[in-house]
C-alpha cells in the first residue's frame, strides 16, 4: 500500500495539467509539446487510476474547505456569544 501512495499524488497532479492542457484546447490555443504529451498519458489512464485520482482531489479540497471554514466560522461564532 505505501508504494502506492506517490503514485496517487503523481496522477492528481498529471490530472491538474491535463484539466489545464484540455482547457487550452478547448479555448482553440496551441498546445505545447509538453502538453500534448501529459494529455496523452492522462488519456493512457485506467479508468480506476482517474476516479481514484479525482475522488481524492475532491475530498482533500473539500476537508481542506471544512476545516478552514470550521475555523473561521467557530471563531466568529465564538466572537459574537
Known amino acids: 500500500m505505501s508504494s502506492d501512495v506517490p503514485e496517487i499524488f503523481?496522477?492528481?497532479y498529471l490530472g491538474l495539467q491535463?484539466?489545464?492542457a484540455a482547457r487550452k484546447r478547448r479555448r482553440g490555443e496551441p498546445l505545447s509539446d509538453e502538453e500534448r504529451e501529459v494529455l496523452g498519458r492522462w488519456q493512457s489512464l485506467s479508468l480506476w487510476r482517474k476516479l481514484v485520482a479525482v475522488g481524492?482531489?475532491?475530498l482533500g479540497t473539500f476537508g481542506l474547505g471544512?476545516?478552514?471554514g470550521?475555523?473561521?466560522?467557530?471563531?466568529w461564532?465564538?466572537?459574537?456569544?
Open 56 to 58: 481524492a482531489f475532491a
Open 18 to 20: 491535463a484539466g489545464g
Open 66 to 68: 471544512f476545516t478552514v
Open 70 to 75: 470550521g475555523l473561521v466560522f467557530g471563531r
Open 77 to 81: 461564532r465564538a466572537a459574537r456569544r
Open 10 to 12: 503523481d496522477d492528481i
